[in-house]
């Protein structure tokens, strides 16, 4: 059986701040403005699991258990 390759884009560590700086989010990020989109939490550096894009936006995940399970779900449909 022939299964879909998926492409993962990840960035190491010491690129992350750079990253956040070309998408234009790093100072909100820093100031503690971006939420988590499944629990509301802000984002911080400390707690970011992961940043992906829906319908255009961008959006951010907090590495607590039940955001990243939510998180996992969400991909998984969309």
Same mark, same amino acid.
């Given at each position: 059986?022939? &299964?879909?390759? *998926?492409?993962?884009?990840?960035? @190491? +560590?010491? /690129?992350? +701040?750079?990253?956040?700086?070309?998408?234009?989010?790093?100072? +909100?990020?820093?100031? !503690? /403005?971006?939420? =988590? &989109? %499944? =629990? !509301?939490? #802000?984002?911080?550096? +400390?707690?970011?699991?992961?940043? %992906? #894009?829906?319908? !255009?936006?961008? /959006? %951010?995940? =907090?590495? /607590?258990?039940? =955001?990243?399970? &939510?998180?996992?779900?969400?991909?998984? *449909? @969309?």
């Amino acid at each position: 059986m022939k &299964k879909d390759k *998926e492409i993962v884009k990840a960035i @190491h +560590d010491d /690129k992350l +701040d750079t990253f956040l700086k070309s998408i234009k989010v790093y100072d +909100d990020l820093i100031a !503690g /403005k971006i939420k =988590c &989109k %499944f =629990c !509301g939490d #802000p984002v911080t550096i +400390d707690n970011l699991y992961t940043v %992906f #894009p829906e319908s !255009g936006a961008i /959006k %951010f995940a =907090c590495d /607590k258990a039940a =955001c990243i399970a &939510k998180m996992n779900i969400y991909l998984s *449909e @969309h």
